[in-house]
């Protein structure tokens, strides 16, 4: 084995993470993926944000430039045939090339009901924003990469991919696909030296979740529903895209890292103010002091 010595042996925890590299964000202006920017931004990556919305994504290249940072940013429908490869080749003209793909647009699009009610329009549409551009885009990077022999994708996905969620089958459909499509294609370029992995984000505030924006009678049932006792932020998921982009990601292969405060490791246990149950609304009920005044003492 070869032993690292001298100042070699820290150069990667001293430094800059992604000092150097070009990272295209697809989504990149949605709460999440811009925390992401702003982290790769920060440790020296140069950044293309691409998303639909304009205003926002003009709004994230500024905010990362005023930082010192070196964006530009690509509006287009990233669902439509040939857009994302539009934006590799801006990324191409404008920094050279692509080094890290994150692939952080999707979305329920509001979908959401009896599969029986729902159309192959809707399926296709969910298909499109959550899966199909990720094959286009990782298309067009790979054969730079793999010509480089250094390479990172990072697949935005879901807990709702790796458990039930009722009423959006198709939706957790194409998160549960994204993952094994994250495995296959992570084992077939490992050796090139390109890393796959992704990341299943949950009770994390963004655009698509409303921010979690409840009333503050609400705050004691978050540490009910979240293991960590708080909503996640954007720079909690980013931080752990951070390293996948990294040199430090050099043993982590088609990995789904699951970024939700301990959601999905719960599996459906919950806290109460006096145990842990599995049954929360019903064991809460019996813990009521005046429901429980009314039951035999045997059942208290």
Request: charged share 20%.
């Amino acid at each position: 084995m070869t032993e690292r010595t001298g100042p070699e042996a820290n150069a990667r925890w001293c430094q800059p993470l992604v000092a150097g590299r070009v990272a295209l964000v697809t989504g990149g202006a949605g709460a999440i993926a811009r925390a992401t920017a702003e982290a790769l931004s920060a440790h020296g990556a140069d950044i293309l944000i691409a998303d639909i919305d304009g205003d926002r994504t003009h709004e994230v290249v500024s905010a990362l430039r005023r930082q010192g940072g070196s964006a530009d940013g690509f509006v287009a429908d990233l669902t439509a045939a040939g857009a994302v490869e539009r934006a590799v080749e801006m990324a191409n003209d404008v920094f050279g090339r692509v080094d890290i793909l994150v692939n952080a647009l999707g979305d329920h699009l509001g979908i959401l009901g009896p599969l029986e009610e729902s159309t192959p329009d809707e399926w296709q549409r969910l298909y499109e924003i959550n899966l199909l551009h990720v094959f286009r885009a990782s298309r067009a990077v790979l054969p730079a990469m793999r010509k480089r022999r250094w390479g990172r994708i990072i697949n935005f996905s879901s807990v709702e991919g790796r458990r039930g969620m009722p009423h959006a089958a198709p939706y957790t459909a194409f998160k549960g696909a994204l993952d094994s499509f994250t495995k296959s294609l992570a084992v077939e370029v490992a050796s090139d030296n390109i890393r796959v992995n992704a990341i299943a984000v949950d009770k994390t505030r963004s655009y698509q979740t409303g921010f979690y924006e409840l009333p503050n009678e609400y705050d004691p049932h978050i540490p009910v529903w979240v293991p960590a006792g708080r909503l996640g932020e954007g720079d909690d998921v980013a931080a752990v895209a951070l390293f996948l982009a990294s040199d430090l990601c050099s043993w982590v292969v088609g990995q789904t890292i699951a970024a939700d405060g301990g959601t999905l490791a719960a599996a459906g246990w919950f806290p109460t103010p006096n145990r842990w149950t599995n049954s929360p609304l019903l064991v809460q009920y019996f813990e009521d002091s005046s429901v429980t005044a009314l039951r035999p003492p045997r059942q208290r």
